[in-house]
C-alpha cells in the first residue's frame, strides 16, 4: 500500500526495477544518517543502539507519503508509536521534540497491546513473542502504517523494515513484499 507513495531521487539514469530504487533510497538514508551522526563536535557519551534507531524512525518519516486517508484531517500528526516495552526512553522524544514533516507535527505514542494501537503512520514494534509478533502484523496488513522491528525473524513475519545489527552497525532488511 505504501509502495506508490515512496519518493526516489529523480537523478537515477539508468532504468532500475521498482524494488531496486526503493533499496537505493533507504540505503541512501542510513548512510545521510550514520554521515551526520559522524559529524558531530566531541560528544561527552557514544550514542547507544537505541539513539541511532530512534533517528532512523525519524528519518523513515522523510522518506514516506502517506495516503489521504491515513490522516482524519488536515491538522492531523504524522505518529511514530511503539508497540510493547519501549526500548528508546526519552531518547525518541527528544528527537521528535518540535519536528514538522510536510507540515505535521510529529508525535509519539506508546501502546502495550496491538488492539489498543490506532492512528499510528510508523509503528516500531518490540514484541519478542513470535506469536504475538504474528498476531500484531496481520492485524497491521492492508494499513497505511509502515512497520519496523528488531526482532530477528520480523521481515520474515510480514514486517516492512527490519534493523539488523552486523559488525556492530545498524543495517536494514526491507520486505518490499509488505511494503507494497
Not at 28 to 39: N, P, S
Not at 139 to 150: A, F
Request: proline share 6%; net charge positive.
Amino acid at each position: 500500500m505504501l509502495q506508490k507513495y515512496l519518493r526516489f531521487p529523480s537523478q537515477c539514469r539508468r532504468r532500475r526495477p521498482p524494488w531496486a530504487l526503493r533499496f537505493v533510497a533507504l540505503r541512501a538514508a542510513a548512510w545521510f544518517l550514520i554521515g551526520v551522526h559522524g559529524l558531530g563536535v566531541a560528544q561527552p557519551m557514544a550514542t547507544n543502539e537505541y539513539q541511532l534507531k530512534a533517528a532512523f524512525l525519524f528519518n523513515f518519516l522523510q522518506f514516506v507519503d502517506w495516503p489521504a486517508s491515513a490522516f482524519a484531517g488536515p491538522e492531523t500528526a504524522l505518529s511514530i508509536c511503539v508497540l510493547g516495552p519501549d526500548p528508546f526512553g526519552a531518547d525518541l522524544d527528544t528527537i521528535i521534540a518540535g519536528e514538522h514533516i510536510g507540515g505535521r507535527e510529529v508525535q509519539v505514542q506508546r501502546f502495550a497491546q496491538i488492539d489498543s494501537v490506532d492512528g499510528c503512520h510508523l509503528l516500531f514494534v518490540n514484541l519478542r513473542s513470535q506469536p504475538q509478533l504474528r498476531r500484531a502484523l496481520e492485524r497491521l496488513k492492508g494499513q497505511p502504517t509502515l512497520t519496523v522491528g528488531d526482532t530477528t525473524p520480523f521481515a520474515n513475519l510480514g514486517g516492512m523494515i527490519e534493523f539488523v545489527t552486523q559488525d556492530d552497525r545498524i543495517r536494514l532488511r526491507v520486505n518490499l513484499r509488505a511494503a507494497s
